[in-house]
């Protein structure tokens, strides 16, 4: 639910900044601006759309409150705070995992490394599309089997939290965009993810898609939502057949059930 937290002192309705008063850890918010402000948010600035939207994400471990500064065209400069409600997030554990992707063999550290820092580097910059403002749709349909933020074990071997969801579906289920973006990412073999897809939706708000068994999309493609970019498969990490469906606001992962549940 979104609450007014200040108002530009005037009487014009496009001067109010308006915000969640509260959101979860994983939280993508969506909020608005006077046009033409500076905003910033996390020692970033961030880009306000013509229309003056500002999004950014809140992350699995951020706490307290987010502290977002507003500065409008010729006004002062004003804060408005977002409280932060902390979720559990409790242990999976994960079992039937190829051995060689729990610990991989120190020949292979190199090439993990490259992938890593090929993946980050897709994330570094965002485009002006506005696929982020869209109401998301599932890219494919089934039982969640995987939730974000959960701590995983990898064969009894303790690993990071999950990045994203994990939807069960059969093997080559078409996967569809959930919103409109540009395709930033496509590579069909990674050693932790395999077939892996990043869309950019703009202003920093991104999707990305493992295990895939199929890749229907290339680099610098434009998709709309609902555009088939690929098929589900359990390449890399993986004991069957699913999507994992991740979602970034540039480096912070957020959680894509509750960009789901903002409405549609």
């Known amino acids: ?15 109010e900044v308006v915000l969640p008063s509260q959101v979860q850890q994983g939280a993508m918010v969506i909020g608005k601006v006077p046009p033409g402000s500076r905003v910033v948010y996390d020692d970033r600035t961030l880009d306000v759309t013509d229309y003056g939207t500002i999004v950014f994400g809140i992350g699995r471990d951020a706490s307290g409150s987010a502290v977002v500064e507003i500065t409008p065209p010729g006004g002062t400069s004003r804060r408005a705070q977002v409280a932060i409600i902390p979720r559990d997030f409790p242990v999976e554990r994960i079992n039937g995992v190829p051995p060689k992707t729990v610990s991989p063999p120190a020949a292979v ?3 993990i490394a490259r992938e890593r820092a090929q993946v980050t580097k897709a994330r ?107 098929e589900v498969g359990a390449t890399g990490r993986a004991t069957g057949p699913h999507l994992h469906w991740g979602m970034t606001w540039f480096g912070t992962r957020i959680d894509p059930l509750l960009v789901l549940e903002r409405g549609g």
């Not at 639910?1 to 001067?15: E, G």
């Not at 590579?187 to 708000?205: K, R, S, V």
């Open 109 to 111: 550290a190199k090439r």
């Open 124 to 230: 570094v910059t965002s485009n002006d599309g506005l696929g982020f403002a869209e109401h998301f749709i599932w890219p494919v349909r089934g039982r969640i089997s995987g939730r974000f933020g959960n701590q995983r074990v990898y064969n009894g071997t303790p690993g990071s939290a999950h990045s994203g969801m994990d939807i069960a579906a059969s093997r080559g289920t078409p996967v569809k965009a959930p919103a409109a973006g540009t395709v930033v990412l496509a590579e069909p073999d990674l050693y932790f993810t395999g077939g892996t897809i990043l869309i950019d939706h703009g202003y920093g708000i991104g999707s990305n898609f493992l295990h895939l068994s199929q890749l229907d999309v290339a680099v610098g493609d434009t998709v709309a939502q609902g555009e088939v970019i690929g």
């Open 1 to 15: 639910m979104f609450a007014l937290l200040c108002r530009v002192a005037t009487a014009q309705a496009d001067d």
